[in-house]
């Protein structure tokens, strides 16, 4: 069964403190992996797209990077206005047509 | 500027009524998506559609239905027979198998 579980579930950091963010997926034939930002009470932001093991996007004070089985999200040096909600999705094959898997997200906050 | 349009942002329905939500796109993407976000319980796929006049059920269709007469376009509307609509509720459209953009979604509540 195809599926997304992303770890931890919540995280708090200070302000300057790096960490990272897993997503882990089990997909048949992976065409690729998205991370989104979501802030409250909106919809989710795109941030990056990886397509295949080893490669890496970076933006600002995040990177993200993509292994066979997972990708992490890695924060370098946090600021508050890095709090927010963060998911990762797949799209998958069904029937012929195609729809998305999202994980259940990571949600940050970064103390000042 | 190209982006996914969904209207109203915040929506109120009584007991027995139906309602509709209102998602337009003009990114020229061909598939559509809906899906309901609750706390805690990440987002659900509803109902899809790859193209016009064509979709397919979601993990969570029941109280549902869609229509999809314009590739642009693709409106849920939330029945009577949806008992806990209650969430917040995003659109999505995308190219083929590639990611995936939201609009701002519609806070539904029964009142």
């Known amino acids: 069964e195809d599926q997304v579980t992303q770890s931890p579930e919540a995280l708090r950091l200070q302000e300057g403190e790096s960490s990272s963010l897993n997503c882990s997926y089990t997909?048949?034939?992976?065409?690729?992996l998205f991370w989104y930002r979501q802030d409250p009470g909106k919809g989710p932001e795109f941030l990056f797209t990886?397509?295949?093991a080893g490669e890496e996007k970076e933006k600002e004070r995040l990177k993200a990077t993509l292994t066979k089985k997972e990708s992490f999200l890695h924060i370098t040096a946090p600021k508050p206005e890095d709090s927010a909600t963060y998911l990762c999705?797949?799209?998958?094959?069904?029937?012929?047509?195609?729809?998305?898997?999202f994980g259940t997200g990571t949600r940050l906050k970064v103390l000042a | 500027d190209g982006g996914i349009t969904q209207s109203p942002k915040y929506l109120f329905r009584k007991e027995g009524q139906n309602v509709t939500l209102s998602c337009e796109q003009n990114?020229?993407?061909?598939?559509m998506y809906w899906y309901r976000q609750d706390p805690g319980q990440g987002l659900r796929l509803i109902y899809y559609?790859?193209?016009?006049?064509?979709?397919q059920k979601g993990d969570i269709a029941e109280g549902y239905s869609v229509s999809r007469e314009k590739k642009e376009s693709f409106p849920l509307t939330v029945t009577s027979a949806q008992k806990n609509p209650t969430a917040f509720y995003l659109c999505?459209?995308?190219?083929?198998?590639?990611?995936?953009?939201f609009g701002q979604g519609t806070r539904l509540t029964v009142v």
């Open positions: 999705a797949v799209p998958v094959s069904t029937s012929g047509t195609y729809k998305y898997i």
């Open positions: 997909v048949s034939g992976l065409r690729g």
């Open positions: 990886l397509y295949s």
């Open positions: 990114l020229n993407h061909d598939a």
């Open positions: 559609s790859q193209i016009v006049n064509d979709f």
């Open positions: 999505v459209s995308s190219r083929f198998w590639t990611e995936a953009f």
